[in-house]
């Protein structure tokens, strides 16, 4: 069963850090781009942060400087360290990616975690 499981939300005071962990696991043959997404009550979701297998990035606006995507491709893990987290940024954060399941690739969504800042 092929699925991501997200790590590393909490509660954090504004201007603090934290690191969110999304891993791949089951028979996956190989994983293209990756990214965060995030949805706020009431509002709809949106892309922080994207990458490709490459290594190529893509940040919204609001975050630009503030948070880096990476990501670790032996072990099908992508990771989103936020830095200098403002209250704005609380919402429910959702890892986002595309797995090559030869001979079709497919889109998977992780299960959220709750990112949650104070001010």
């Known amino acids: 069963q092929v699925q991501l499981v997200e790590s590393g939300g909490g509660l954090v005071q504004a201007g603090g850090s934290l690191r969110l962990s999304c891993a791949a696991s089951?028979?996956?043959?190989?994983?293209?781009?990756m990214g965060w997404y995030r949805q706020a009550p009431g509002k709809q979701r949106d892309l922080v942060a994207a990458?490709?297998?490459?290594?190529?990035?893509n940040y919204a606006d609001s975050v630009k400087g503030r948070f880096t995507i990476s990501r670790d491709n032996a072990k099908n893990t992508v990771y989103l360290q936020m830095n200098s987290l403002k209250p704005e940024d609380t919402a429910v954060y959702y890892c986002?990616?595309?797995?090559?399941?030869?001979?079709?690739?497919?889109?998977?969504w992780g299960q959220g975690t709750q990112v949650t800042v104070s001010s």
């Open positions: 986002n990616a595309h797995l090559r399941l030869d001979p079709y690739e497919y889109e998977y």
């Open positions: 990458i490709t297998s490459g290594g190529s990035t």
């Open positions: 089951g028979s996956i043959s190989s994983i293209n781009a």
